[in-house]
Protein backbone atom coordinates (compact mmCIF):
# COMPACT_ATOMS: atom_id res chain seq x y z
CA UNK A 1 0.00 0.00 0.00
CA UNK A 2 1.00 3.41 -0.99
CA UNK A 3 1.49 6.25 1.95
CA UNK A 4 -0.83 8.78 0.89
CA UNK A 5 1.60 11.59 2.43
CA UNK A 6 4.17 10.05 -0.48
CA UNK A 7 1.47 9.24 -3.29
CA UNK A 8 2.51 12.54 -5.02
CA UNK A 9 5.92 11.26 -5.74
CA UNK A 10 4.62 8.75 -7.89
CA UNK A 11 3.43 8.64 -11.12
CA UNK A 12 0.40 6.03 -11.43
CA UNK A 13 -1.95 4.49 -13.65
CA UNK A 14 -5.33 4.20 -13.21
CA UNK A 15 -7.79 2.19 -15.20
CA UNK A 16 -11.62 2.16 -15.49
CA UNK A 17 -12.94 -0.67 -16.83
CA UNK A 18 -16.87 -1.00 -17.77
CA UNK A 19 -18.49 -4.06 -17.52
CA UNK A 20 -21.72 -5.62 -18.22
CA UNK A 21 -23.02 -9.73 -17.42
CA UNK A 22 -23.62 -11.60 -20.22
CA UNK A 23 -27.10 -13.69 -20.50
CA UNK A 24 -24.75 -16.58 -19.77
CA UNK A 25 -23.93 -15.15 -16.74
CA UNK A 26 -27.63 -14.93 -15.77
CA UNK A 27 -27.82 -18.90 -16.37
CA UNK A 28 -26.20 -19.38 -13.45
CA UNK A 29 -27.30 -20.62 -10.25
CA UNK A 30 -26.83 -17.97 -7.46
CA UNK A 31 -23.97 -19.95 -5.67
CA UNK A 32 -22.39 -20.18 -9.05
CA UNK A 33 -22.30 -16.52 -9.60
CA UNK A 34 -21.01 -15.78 -6.13
CA UNK A 35 -17.95 -18.05 -6.74
CA UNK A 36 -17.69 -16.56 -9.88
CA UNK A 37 -17.39 -13.05 -8.10
CA UNK A 38 -14.55 -14.71 -5.65
CA UNK A 39 -12.69 -15.90 -8.35
CA UNK A 40 -12.86 -12.51 -10.48
CA UNK A 41 -12.41 -10.31 -7.63
CA UNK A 42 -9.27 -12.13 -6.30
CA UNK A 43 -7.84 -12.33 -9.75
CA UNK A 44 -8.61 -8.37 -10.51
CA UNK A 45 -6.46 -7.67 -6.74
CA UNK A 46 -3.78 -9.71 -7.58
CA UNK A 47 -3.03 -7.46 -11.08
CA UNK A 48 -3.48 -4.29 -9.00
CA UNK A 49 -2.20 -2.36 -5.62
CA UNK A 50 -5.74 -0.85 -5.45
CA UNK A 51 -9.02 -2.02 -6.79
CA UNK A 52 -12.68 -0.73 -6.44
CA UNK A 53 -15.82 -2.09 -7.94
CA UNK A 54 -18.71 0.47 -8.60
CA UNK A 55 -22.44 0.27 -9.91
CA UNK A 56 -23.01 1.67 -13.07
CA UNK A 57 -25.83 3.45 -13.67
CA UNK A 58 -26.25 3.41 -17.21
CA UNK A 59 -27.77 1.26 -19.85
CA UNK A 60 -25.90 -1.60 -21.24
CA UNK A 61 -22.98 -1.25 -18.38
CA UNK A 62 -23.44 -3.05 -14.90
CA UNK A 63 -20.20 -2.19 -13.50
CA UNK A 64 -17.04 0.12 -13.29
CA UNK A 65 -13.63 -1.95 -12.09
CA UNK A 66 -11.48 1.20 -10.35
CA UNK A 67 -7.62 -0.80 -10.89
CA UNK A 68 -4.86 1.61 -8.96
CA UNK A 69 -0.86 0.88 -9.51
CA UNK A 70 2.25 3.17 -8.88
CA UNK A 71 4.39 3.15 -11.82
CA UNK A 72 7.78 4.11 -11.23
CA UNK A 73 9.52 1.46 -13.70
CA UNK A 74 9.28 1.55 -17.39
CA UNK A 75 7.89 -2.11 -17.53
CA UNK A 76 5.05 -1.65 -14.43
CA UNK A 77 2.07 -1.26 -17.13
CA UNK A 78 3.10 -4.16 -19.02
CA UNK A 79 2.73 -6.14 -16.17
CA UNK A 80 -0.72 -4.19 -15.01
CA UNK A 81 -2.59 -5.35 -17.98
CA UNK A 82 -1.21 -8.28 -18.60
CA UNK A 83 -2.12 -9.02 -14.71
CA UNK A 84 -5.35 -7.47 -15.66
CA UNK A 85 -5.91 -10.10 -19.03
CA UNK A 86 -5.28 -13.17 -16.85
CA UNK A 87 -7.56 -12.09 -14.22
CA UNK A 88 -10.51 -11.94 -16.70
CA UNK A 89 -10.07 -14.51 -19.68
CA UNK A 90 -11.37 -17.03 -17.51
CA UNK A 91 -14.18 -15.17 -17.30
CA UNK A 92 -14.84 -14.17 -20.76
CA UNK A 93 -17.64 -15.87 -21.90
CA UNK A 94 -19.71 -14.24 -18.35
CA UNK A 95 -18.04 -11.11 -18.50
CA UNK A 96 -18.50 -8.59 -21.55
CA UNK A 97 -15.65 -5.60 -20.97
CA UNK A 98 -17.00 -2.80 -22.96
CA UNK A 99 -14.85 -0.04 -22.73
CA UNK A 100 -12.04 1.24 -20.66
CA UNK A 101 -10.17 4.55 -19.65
CA UNK A 102 -7.11 4.94 -18.49
CA UNK A 103 -3.97 7.75 -18.04
CA UNK A 104 -1.41 8.54 -15.76
CA UNK A 105 -0.69 11.10 -12.71
CA UNK A 106 1.44 14.04 -13.03
CA UNK A 107 2.11 17.13 -11.44
CA UNK A 108 -0.11 20.15 -12.81
CA UNK A 109 1.69 22.52 -14.91
CA UNK A 110 -1.00 25.50 -13.83
CA UNK A 111 -0.76 24.66 -9.97
CA UNK A 112 2.57 23.98 -8.36
CA UNK A 113 0.82 23.13 -4.69
CA UNK A 114 -0.83 19.92 -4.84
CA UNK A 115 -4.21 20.67 -4.59
CA UNK A 116 -5.92 19.08 -1.09
CA UNK A 117 -9.01 18.05 -3.41
CA UNK A 118 -6.94 15.85 -5.17
CA UNK A 119 -8.12 11.86 -4.68
CA UNK A 120 -5.93 9.52 -3.35
CA UNK A 121 -6.07 6.17 -6.00
CA UNK A 122 -4.88 4.39 -3.28
CA UNK A 123 -7.38 5.44 -0.50
CA UNK A 124 -8.78 3.13 1.76
CA UNK A 125 -12.43 4.41 1.14
CA UNK A 126 -14.27 6.29 -1.35
CA UNK A 127 -17.15 8.84 -1.63
CA UNK A 128 -20.86 7.35 -2.54
CA UNK A 129 -20.22 8.67 -6.12
CA UNK A 130 -17.69 8.42 -8.84
CA UNK A 131 -18.01 10.45 -12.08
CA UNK A 132 -15.56 9.89 -14.77
CA UNK A 133 -15.31 11.21 -18.47
CA UNK A 134 -12.49 11.53 -21.41
CA UNK A 135 -11.52 14.75 -22.03
CA UNK A 136 -9.77 16.75 -24.86
CA UNK A 137 -8.71 20.33 -25.50
CA UNK A 138 -8.93 21.88 -28.95
CA UNK A 139 -5.85 22.79 -31.11
CA UNK A 140 -6.51 26.14 -30.65
CA UNK A 141 -5.54 25.71 -26.57
CA UNK A 142 -2.37 24.32 -27.39
CA UNK A 143 -1.08 26.94 -29.46
CA UNK A 144 -2.11 29.90 -26.80
CA UNK A 145 0.52 31.15 -25.23
CA UNK A 146 1.28 29.69 -21.64
CA UNK A 147 0.45 32.91 -19.78
CA UNK A 148 -2.81 32.63 -21.89
CA UNK A 149 -3.78 29.65 -20.52
CA UNK A 150 -2.81 30.20 -17.39
CA UNK A 151 -4.93 32.69 -16.47
CA UNK A 152 -7.92 31.11 -17.99
CA UNK A 153 -7.07 28.02 -15.65
CA UNK A 154 -7.00 29.95 -12.73
CA UNK A 155 -10.90 30.86 -12.86
CA UNK A 156 -11.19 27.22 -13.47
CA UNK A 157 -9.32 26.42 -10.44
CA UNK A 158 -10.77 29.58 -8.33
CA UNK A 159 -14.45 27.34 -9.00
CA UNK A 160 -13.25 24.72 -8.05
CA UNK A 161 -11.98 25.61 -4.87
CA UNK A 162 -15.33 26.64 -4.03
CA UNK A 163 -16.58 23.39 -4.08
CA UNK A 164 -13.62 21.92 -1.65
CA UNK A 165 -16.37 18.60 -1.05
CA UNK A 166 -16.16 17.04 -4.46
CA UNK A 167 -12.49 15.39 -5.22
CA UNK A 168 -10.60 15.48 -8.67
CA UNK A 169 -7.95 13.14 -9.75
CA UNK A 170 -6.84 13.76 -13.66
CA UNK A 171 -5.23 11.73 -15.58
CA UNK A 172 -2.93 11.93 -18.47
CA UNK A 173 -3.34 9.58 -21.61
CA UNK A 174 -1.86 12.00 -25.06
CA UNK A 175 -0.78 9.33 -27.41
CA UNK A 176 -2.14 6.41 -25.47
CA UNK A 177 -5.93 6.54 -25.74
CA UNK A 178 -8.12 8.78 -28.25
CA UNK A 179 -8.73 11.60 -25.55
CA UNK A 180 -6.18 13.23 -23.83
CA UNK A 181 -7.22 13.08 -20.53
CA UNK A 182 -9.02 11.00 -18.27
CA UNK A 183 -10.96 13.45 -15.34
CA UNK A 184 -12.15 11.62 -12.49
CA UNK A 185 -14.44 13.33 -9.76
CA UNK A 186 -15.48 11.87 -6.50
CA UNK A 187 -18.43 13.76 -4.30
CA UNK A 188 -21.27 12.95 -1.74
CA UNK A 189 -24.25 14.77 -3.30
CA UNK A 190 -24.56 14.46 -6.98
CA UNK A 191 -26.96 17.34 -7.12
CA UNK A 192 -24.23 19.33 -5.88
CA UNK A 193 -21.71 17.93 -8.62
CA UNK A 194 -23.97 18.89 -11.35
CA UNK A 195 -23.65 22.73 -9.89
CA UNK A 196 -20.35 22.51 -10.22
CA UNK A 197 -20.01 21.53 -13.47
CA UNK A 198 -22.86 24.20 -14.62
CA UNK A 199 -20.74 27.23 -12.98
CA UNK A 200 -17.40 25.52 -15.02
CA UNK A 201 -19.59 26.40 -18.17
CA UNK A 202 -19.48 29.62 -17.95
CA UNK A 203 -15.63 29.81 -17.54
CA UNK A 204 -13.65 31.12 -21.10
CA UNK A 205 -11.89 28.01 -21.15
CA UNK A 206 -14.68 25.74 -21.98
CA UNK A 207 -14.50 27.25 -25.26
CA UNK A 208 -11.39 25.18 -26.15
CA UNK A 209 -13.62 22.13 -24.83
CA UNK A 210 -13.38 19.29 -27.88
CA UNK A 211 -14.65 16.86 -26.14
CA UNK A 212 -15.77 15.90 -22.31
CA UNK A 213 -17.91 12.78 -22.96
CA UNK A 214 -19.03 9.91 -22.59
CA UNK A 215 -19.53 10.37 -18.91
CA UNK A 216 -19.99 7.89 -16.73
CA UNK A 217 -21.50 7.92 -13.28
CA UNK A 218 -21.36 5.08 -10.52
CA UNK A 219 -21.99 4.39 -7.33
CA UNK A 220 -19.52 2.77 -3.94
CA UNK A 221 -19.95 0.33 -2.47
CA UNK A 222 -17.30 -2.33 -0.73
CA UNK A 223 -16.35 -4.36 -3.69
CA UNK A 224 -18.28 -7.16 -2.04
CA UNK A 225 -21.47 -5.76 -1.35
CA UNK A 226 -21.95 -4.13 -5.18
CA UNK A 227 -20.96 -7.91 -6.82
CA UNK A 228 -23.70 -9.18 -4.48
CA UNK A 229 -26.17 -6.51 -6.36
CA UNK A 230 -25.70 -9.14 -9.15
CA UNK A 231 -25.64 -12.57 -7.28
Known amino acids: MVNPNEEHLHRTLNHYSLVSFKESYWSLSSNEREAIHKGWLNGLCAAAQKVDIFQATEAGIDLIVWSAVTTDASGDAARFFERFAMANTPYRHLIDLKDSLWGFTRPSQYSKARSKQEIDPFAETRKPYLIIYPFSKTTEWYLMS ?41 TDDLARFSDLVNELRDTEARRYTLRDTPLHTAIYHPAQETLKLWR
Request: cysteine-free; overall charge negative.
Open 146 to 186: REARQGMMNEHIRIGKQFDDISQLLLYSFGLQNQEFVVVYE
